[in-house]
T-cell receptor, first 112, second 113 residues
């Protein structure tokens, strides 16, 4: 089955700097790669996703890149702000049912 | 996007008892998913719930411990049975939206004492 590895587990940046979180996956049949932000006491919030037919997608300060050959995808946050501080999870679709396999998460801290 | 309401948002339960968690969606969806998030950990799929059929459980999860109902296309329940402190977790329901994205409820934070 699918396995998703996520790095780093913690990331601390200064406000205004960029943050990059990387994930690798094992199943070449996976086609959908979402990213979630989870704030304390809340459920995961979908912030951006990418499908296997594109290599990059951008939404304001957030971008995701996908390399299907190498089986890795990354989240890029530019001009970070303190409110970006949260735990971020990458995921990959686990099969035809629509369930997701999650990475272990990255705790991002943005220092003012 | 789909709006998902979960009840209760949190509960503290005695060991040996059971808790039923409700998940209501604002639109009809074919599949609903139940995940568990242990303290400080990632999300792990418990089961997939399709309307009109029995839930499909992932390895390590069984129906006797986590019975699921799916009476219609907008509602599902997950019961955590005969609870022990090891069941203390956040339980989340998830649905696939019309364009294929997965959305989550706010979760139910369960503490077993």
């Amino acid at each position: 089955g699918e396995n998703v590895e996520q790095h780093p587990s913690t990331l601390s940046v200064q406000e205004g700097d960029s943050a990059v979180i990387k994930c690798t996956y094992s199943d070449s049949a996976s086609n959908y790669f979402p990213w979630y932000k989870q704030e304390l006491g809340k459920g995961p919030q979908l912030i951006i996703d990418i499908r296997s037919n594109v290599g990059e997608k951008k939404d304001q300060r957030i971008a995701v890149t996908l390399n299907k050959t190498a089986k890795h995808f990354s989240l890029h946050i530019t001009e970070t702000q303190p409110e970006d501080s949260a735990v971020y999870f990458c995921a990959a679709d686990g099969g035809s049912q629509g369930n997701l396999i999650f990475g272990k998460g990255t705790k991002l801290s943005v220092k003012p | 996007s789909a709006v998902i309401s979960q009840k209760p948002s949190r509960d503290i339960c005695q060991r040996g008892t059971s808790l039923t968690i409700q998940c209501q969606v604002d639109s009809q969806v074919t599949m609903m998913f139940w995940y568990r998030q242990q303290p400080g950990q990632s999300l792990t799929l418990i089961a997939t719930a399709n309307q009109g059929s029995e839930a499909t459980y992932e390895s390590g999860f069984v129906i006797d411990k986590f019975p699921i109902s799916r009476p219609n296309l907008t509602f599902s329940t997950l019961t955590v049975s005969n609870m022990s402190p090891e069941d203390s977790s956040i339980y989340l329901c998830s649905v696939i939206g019309g364009t294929g994205e997965a959305f989550f409820g706010q979760g139910t934070r369960l503490t077993v004492v």
